[in-house]
């Protein structure tokens, strides 16, 4: 290892330690636990902060109140939607900050560690749900996982990014989606003028 490669790892050290911090906590959050019920005021405002930075800012929350509600609104999102094209930009986006702070390879792996850490306590936790809203169907049970799993992917990129002084991480729409989840509900999405959360 020569000078270079230890001014690299430098570099990463920051983001790295903000990702094996968040990765951590990713146990204590209470999946699902508050689906279909009256938001708190600190939901409805992550709900206004995400659909305010995602671009629509006149989008009206919709709380799902019943598990077929949530399914039926989960598969029939269309991903080429203006809310998953606005969402995708703003991925590619933070990839592209994050690389600034990560190599390729650091990236991928923190990545991976964040889908390791938060696949196992969202679905035992979706299937206490799943067993309280009787739910038996493994694919919409699926649909709230990955949901997850991307929530916190979205989440940790915005992190890494965050290495920058002027980034501004606390309203960044990545940021208040995964909020949601934190007060145990389930972001399901934007269609139309309505954002669907659960």
Do not use: C
Not at 172 to 198: C, D, Q, Y
């Amino acid at each position: 290892m020569d000078e270079r490669d230890i001014e690299a790892l430098e570099r990463e050290l920051p983001a790295l330690a903000r990702i094996r911090r968040f990765s951590a906590a990713l146990t204590r959050i209470p999946w699902f636990a508050n689906l279909g019920e009256p938001l708190t005021p600190g939901a409805r405002a992550s709900a206004n902060t995400y659909t305010d930075g995602l671009g629509f800012p006149d989008a009206d929350v919709a709380i799902l109140v019943d598990w077929d509600d949530a399914a039926a609104a989960a598969e029939n999102i269309d991903w080429n939607s203006p809310a998953w094209e606005a969402e995708e930009l703003l991925r590619a986006d933070l990839t592209g900050k994050a690389l600034e702070f990560l190599s390729e390879d650091a990236l991928r792996i923190a990545m991976t560690m964040i889908a390791d850490r938060v696949s196992a306590p969202a679905t035992e936790s979706m299937e206490q749900a799943s067993f309280i809203w009787d739910v038996e169907d493994e694919a919409q049970k699926q649909l709230a996982v990955g949901a997850a799993v991307q929530a916190a992917h979205q989440a940790a990129l915005v992190l890494i990014a965050a290495a920058d002084p002027g980034f501004d991480a606390d309203d960044h729409p990545f940021t208040a989606k995964f909020r949601l989840f934190e007060f145990g509900r389930w972001p399901v999405g934007v269609i139309g003028s309505s954002f669907n959360l659960f």
